[in-house]
């Protein structure tokens, strides 16, 4: 058995103080022990994107970083993207578009589509589609998640906040 290694996060504005196996990859740590569940294992081999949070406010494929590579860091899971009762402009776009289709891959579309509009917050259609290439979507197509994207950075540079 591997020795443990503590570690301390802030995950959603909450921190964390845990021993964790030094191979112990990021998702599984924000799944099995602190029971963050939004965050999806989809294929295990960085192909899919289903598990993309934000670190430090990067988005990362929360499956090709161990959890100690975590250690001091500030996590963003989709459980804290938005507030209680209030929808973040990215996911209000998935609900208003039709971009949430069987849900599995959507927390990782949305997280990457938030990084995306916090770096460029007037993408085209193009960038768009660019931006979620590391995402994958079995459901159907990618039209109405990239309206989705497109109605939240409209709504983003409004100003306008996502329930007015």
Excluded at 62 to 81: H, R, W, Y
Excluded at 84 to 105: A, I, K, T, Y
Aim: hydrophobic content about 35%; some cysteine; proline content about 3%.
């Amino acid at each position: 058995m591997a020795e443990k290694v503590r570690i301390r996060v802030q995950v959603n504005g909450v921190e964390h103080t845990s021993e964790v196996e030094p191979r112990q990859l990021l998702v599984y740590y924000l799944r099995e022990t602190l029971g963050l569940t939004g965050t999806h294992v989809g294929c295990d081999t960085s192909q899919c994107g289903a598990c993309v949070v934000h670190v430090d406010g990067q988005a990362v494929k929360s499956c090709t970083m161990f959890a100690v590579q975590a250690d001091g860091a500030k996590i963003t899971t989709i459980e804290g993207l938005g507030e209680m009762g209030r929808l973040h402009p990215v996911q209000e776009g998935f609900w208003e578009m039709h971009g949430l289709q069987c849900g599995f891959c959507t927390p990782g579309m949305i997280m990457a589509a938030a990084d995306l509009l916090n770096k460029n917050p007037n993408p085209s259609e193009q960038e768009i589609r660019h931006a979620l290439e590391g995402n994958l979507c079995r459901c159907t197509g990618y039209h109405n998640i990239v309206r989705a994207v497109q109605y939240a950075a409209q709504k983003m540079q409004s100003g306008v906040a996502a329930d007015d």
